[in-house]
């Protein structure tokens, strides 16, 4: 059996790894979504999967400074070649801990209507469709997004 990854915290040098892989990895564009600023910021809270060199996954995640009883996931990906080997889940859990650690009761996040995959896989990972459920008010349809919730008390 293959080695699991390992995950260490993420630094902000870690940006250029990650946006030069997320259009292959989706199959579309959507590095986008990720500004420098989230591994400039957050990169404490969030996470890397390495085997070997090589990158196998992220998790770009937050504690709400605004909210205190709220973290925040703002993007996941996991290479095609690490799919389905509970890396995603992996990165989740350790996100979960990085926030019930510092007193967080709840997990969000959202996804692309579009994206029927990471609904289902947030569904299967506890978070709920929030409402209202449609993240929407910006003229452009690529700023609409699913709102999920995940109590991790």
């Known amino acids: 059996m293959a080695e699991e990854p390992a995950i260490r915290r993420a630094r902000p040098d870690d940006y250029e790894p990650i946006v030069a892989v997320a ?10 979504v990720l500004p420098r600023l989230f591994l400039d910021h957050f990169h404490l809270t969030s996470l890397i999967a390495e085997d ?5 996954g992220f998790l770009i995640g937050f504690l709400s400074p605004s909210l205190p009883d709220e973290a925040y996931i703002h993007f996941v990906g996991v290479s ?3 799919r389905r080997r509970g890396l995603a889940r992996t990165l989740y859990e350790r996100f979960f801990d990085l926030a019930r650690a510092d007193g967080r009761g709840i997990v969000r996040a959202v996804t692309s209507p579009v994206n ?12 709920t469709v929030t409402y209202p459920p449609l ?9 609409n997004y699913i709102r999920f ?4 008390r």
């Open 23 to 32: 259009d292959a990895w989706w199959g579309r564009p959507i590095s986008h």
């Open 52 to 56: 070997g060199a090589e990158l196998a």
């Open 80 to 82: 095609p070649t690490h």
């Open 116 to 127: 029927t995959a990471s609904i289902a896989y947030h569904e299967t990972m506890g978070f």
């Open 135 to 143: 993240l929407a008010g910006s003229p452009n349809p690529h700023d």
């Open 149 to 152: 919730a995940r109590p991790i």
